[in-house]
C-alpha cells in the first residue's frame, strides 16, 4: 500500500464544473504540497499546508491533519486547467517529499 | 531571480554511455533533492544533498548512480553505463533550508531533464 493514495486517478470534466481530487496518506507529516505537472513540462508547486485551507484564484486545498486527509478544489474548471495533479507530504521526519500516482484531469470545452 | 535550472532539458544516450545531469538550485539555496519519473509512474526521492554533503540516498540505486553537490557549482546526477530502464523524466527540487520550519521551506522544482537511452 503507498504511503501516499490520491483518488481518482482520471477524471473527466466539463468546463465550468466544479472538481475535487482526494489525497489520503498514512504517515505523520509536517507538510502537504499539491503539484501540477502539464504533458512534458515542469512540475509547479500549486500549495503548500499544514493545516485548515488556502485558496489561490480557483483553486482551494485544505487539509484535515486528524483524518490525514487532503483535498484539492478547483472552481469553474478551464480546459487550460487540464494536467495531473499530485499530492506529495513531507514526513515529520527526514526532509524528502513521498508522492502520490497522480490524478490525470481532462476539461472539455 | 531565476527558479531551479536543469540542463539539458532533453538527453538521448546510447547503451553503455554515461548521462551527466545538471540542477542549479535556486539564488540562496542550499539544499538540493533529486527525484525520477518513469513512464506511466510517480515520482520517487532518489537523493537529498547540501553543499558537499550527501544526506540521504536511500532512494539511489546502489551502481551506477552517484550524484554529488559541490561547493561552486552546480548539482550533478551521474549515471553511468546507461540501460534503457534508466529512460525516465529527472527532476531537481532545492529548499532553503533542510525543511526545518515551514515558513522558510521555500521547496521549488525544475523543469526536468527527460533521458532517452537507445
Known amino acids: 500500500k503507498n504511503e501516499v493514495e490520491q483518488s481518482p486517478q482520471n477524471l473527466t470534466a466539463q468546463e465550468g464544473e466544479f472538481i475535487t481530487i482526494n489525497c489520503s496518506y498514512s504517515?505523520?507529516?509536517?507538510?502537504l504540497h499539491w503539484l501540477q505537472q502539464h504533458p512534458g513540462g515542469g512540475i509547479v508547486s500549486l500549495f503548500m499546508?499544514?493545516?485548515g485551507k488556502k485558496k489561490h484564484g480557483r483553486l482551494i486545498a485544505t487539509i484535515n491533519i486528524q483524518e490525514k486527509h487532503s483535498s484539492l478544489h478547483i472552481t469553474a474548471s478551464h480546459p487550460r486547467d487540464s494536467a495531473v495533479y499530485i499530492c506529495?507530504?513531507?514526513?515529520?521526519?527526514?526532509?524528502?517529499?513521498?508522492f502520490g500516482e497522480g490524478t490525470q484531469l481532462t476539461v472539455n470545452p | 531571480n531565476a527558479g531551479v535550472m536543469q540542463n539539458p532539458r532533453h538527453l538521448v544516450r546510447r547503451r553503455g554511455q554515461e548521462a551527466r545531469l545538471r540542477c542549479s538550485p535556486m539564488?540562496?539555496?542550499?539544499?538540493v533533492y533529486w527525484y525520477r519519473q518513469l513512464p506511466e509512474e510517480g515520482l520517487k526521492f532518489m537523493v537529498y544533498l547540501q553543499k558537499e554533503n550527501i544526506i540521504d540516498e536511500s532512494g539511489m540505486p546502489k551502481e551506477r548512480f552517484s550524484a554529488e553537490f559541490p561547493k561552486e557549482g552546480p548539482s550533478i546526477l551521474r549515471i553511468q553505463q546507461v540501460v534503457r530502464g534508466d529512460s525516465a523524466a529527472y527532476f531537481c527540487a532545492s529548499s532553503p533550508t533542510g525543511g526545518v520550519t515551514l515558513a522558510n521551506y521555500g521547496y521549488t522544482f525544475g523543469s526536468g531533464t527527460r533521458l532517452t537511452v537507445v
Open positions: 506529495a507530504v513531507k514526513e515529520t521526519s527526514g526532509s524528502r517529499l513521498t
Open positions: 499546508l499544514s493545516s
Open positions: 504517515v505523520g507529516i509536517s507538510a
Open positions: 539564488k540562496g539555496h542550499s539544499h
